[in-house]
T-cell receptor
Framework: AQSVAQPEDQVNVAEGNPLTVKCTYSVSGNPYLFWYVQYPNRGLQFLLKYITGDNLVKGSYGFEAEFNKSQTSFHLKKPSALVSDSALYFCAVNAATASKLTFGTGTRLQVTL | NAGVTQTPKFQVLKTGQSMTLQCAQDMNHNSMYWYRQDPGMGLRLIYYSASEGTTDKGEVPNGYNVSRLNKREFSLRLESAAPSQTSVYFC????????????????FGPGTRLTVL
């Protein structure tokens, strides 16, 4: 069975500082990894995904994520946080042999002035 | 281009009542999904449809039925609502069908907040 862990329920960052939202996964075979963001009272919006190739994936709104196969991690990063980045972030994984996306429990990012 | 739309936005039901949640997408996507979101549990897949005319159970299908009415529309029905079905329901769609679901990006609707008393 495939699974995703987001070890932090909440991450607090000051505006202008770098941010990291952590994600680790477990799958059989090659993983396909996704990050989604959810703003209050809205649906999930796609940020980026890793399918194959370069381990550093760049996505929307200046976010990037690094795939680390040995550590089975796919942490989301941004060099300089904005207050408008405050939202709920979900990591998700799918295996090549699976037919459904498995989501983590989400990490709330709070960016303050 | 509205993307994925869902109706209603909010609904309150009494235990035992039935209702249908509607979902439509205008992106010509082949696959559609229904999820529920509960605090501390992330999103869990209820049912999905990998192509028009097919539906399959997800992780938590009990108490729900679905209909893929056509390529655009995918409805979720609660025949006899229970308080445990209080949740936020999201519909999503993705482009490809059949065995290529693994790498697909899913696009989500705004959600339906359902309360069952």
């Amino acid at each position: 069975a495939q699974s995703v862990a987001q070890p932090e329920d909440q991450v607090n960052v000051a505006e202008g500082n770098p941010l990291t939202v952590k994600c680790t996964y477990s799958v059989s075979g090659n993983p396909y990894l996704f990050w989604y963001v959810q703003y209050p009272n809205r649906g999930l919006q796609f940020l980026l995904k890793y399918i194959t190739g370069d381990n550093l994936v760049k996505g929307s709104y200046g976010f990037e994520a690094e795939f680390n196969k040995s550590q089975t991690s796919f942490h989301l990063k941004k060099p300089s946080a904005l207050v408008s980045d405050s939202a709920l972030y979900f990591c998700a994984v799918n295996a090549a042999t699976a037919s459904k996306l498995t989501f983590g429990t989400g990490t709330r990012l709070q960016v303050t002035l | 281009n509205a993307g994925v739309t869902q109706t209603p936005k909010f609904q309150v039901l009494k235990t035992g009542q039935s209702m249908t949640l509607q979902c439509a997408q205008d992106m010509n996507h082949n696959s559609m999904y229904w999820y529920r979101q509960d605090p501390g549990m992330g999103l869990r897949l209820i049912y999905y449809s990998a192509s028009e005319g097919t539906t399959d159970k997800g992780e938590v299908p009990n108490g729900y039925n679905v209909s893929r009415l056509n390529k655009r529309e995918f409805s979720l029905r609660l025949e006899s609502a229970a308080p445990s079905q209080t949740s936020v329901y999201f519909c999503a769609s993705s482009e490809t069908s059949g065995g290529y679901l693994s790498t697909d990006t899913q696009y989500f609707g705004p959600g339906t907040r359902l309360t069952v008393l």
